[in-house]
């Protein structure tokens, strides 16, 4: 059982940054992979950012390539999101989650633990 907290959230001028993390209460935290996730209003939750077990691989949605980096400190049990040169369509709730796929995954049915969600607000 595993259990995720997110924060670093906030209004922010676009061309901004933010850090989000993701702190998780749980033993087994090193073995899953590790994935970032927002939903902006009437939208459906997409993927942004996934790391693997070992935080030395990395995938990204294309529209946050270059502009996201996604990180994980497994001492301190910790995910990382650095967001830099953001957007107003950045805008959104975003969601930390882990799936027991060492490897990662994209797609939301592939993750069993999310967290609360923290607001991301881009103005123009």
């Known amino acids: 059982q595993l259990e995720l907290l997110e924060s670093g959230g906030g209004l922010v001028q676009a061309g901004g940054s933010l850090r989000l993390s993701c702190t998780v209460s749980?033993?087994?935290?090193?073995?899953?992979?590790m994935g970032w996730f927002r939903q902006a209003p009437g939208n459906e939750r997409e993927f942004v950012a996934v790391?693997?077990?070992?935080?030395?691989?990395?995938r990204y949605r294309e529209s946050v390539k270059g502009r996201f980096t996604i990180s994980r400190d497994n001492a301190k049990h910790t995910v990382y999101l650095q967001m830099n040169s953001l957007k107003p369509e950045d805008t959104a709730v975003y969601y930390c989650a882990a799936t027991p796929n060492p490897y990662g995954a994209t797609t939301t049915d592939e993750y069993d633990y999310w967290g609360q969600g923290t607001q991301v607000t881009v103005s123009s």
């Open positions: 790391v693997n077990w070992s935080g030395d691989n990395t």
């Open positions: 749980g033993r087994t935290f090193s073995s899953y992979g």
